[in-house]
């Protein structure tokens, strides 16, 4: 299984980007997908996730209101809409695939086993 993602770039605050994800190999529709980042000098933290067929979804506090995660199964990619950016919304954001079948919107990093390299979201204030 690989992971890309894409769509990351340079915007000014309070701009729009959305970055997308997709998914080759074993490809099962039924596995939360994530998305994470990880700011410069910090810890790589949680962001969202979506269960499989997109039932339900999970936010972080800080960007909750303003990202929406989705999903295309039938292309295998996820999606992340971010909206209102942020200068601190700055980082290196990665999708990441669950290892096994979750019916919640996860945020631990341990249950994800697949990641992508992650795309660059810079935001200017």
């Known amino acids: 299984v690989q992971l890309q993602a894409s769509g990351g770039g340079l915007v000014q605050a309070g701009g729009s980007l959305k970055l997308s994800c997709a998914v080759s190999g074993r490809t099962l529709s039924n596995r939360v997908m994530g998305w994470f980042r990880q700011a410069p000098g910090k810890e790589r933290e949680f962001v969202a996730a979506v269960t499989g067929s997109g039932g339900n979804t999970g936010y972080a506090d800080s960007v909750k209101g303003r990202f929406t995660i989705s999903r295309n199964d039938a292309e295998n990619m996820a999606f992340l809409q971010m909206d209102s950016l942020r200068p601190e919304d700055t980082a290196v954001y990665y999708c990441?695939?669950?290892?096994?079948?979750?019916?919640?919107?996860?945020?631990?990093?341990?249950?994800?086993?697949?990641w992508g390299r992650g795309t660059l979201v810079t935001v200017s204030s």
């Open positions: 990441a695939r669950a290892g096994a079948v979750y019916y919640i919107p996860i945020r631990e990093q341990s249950r994800y086993r697949y």
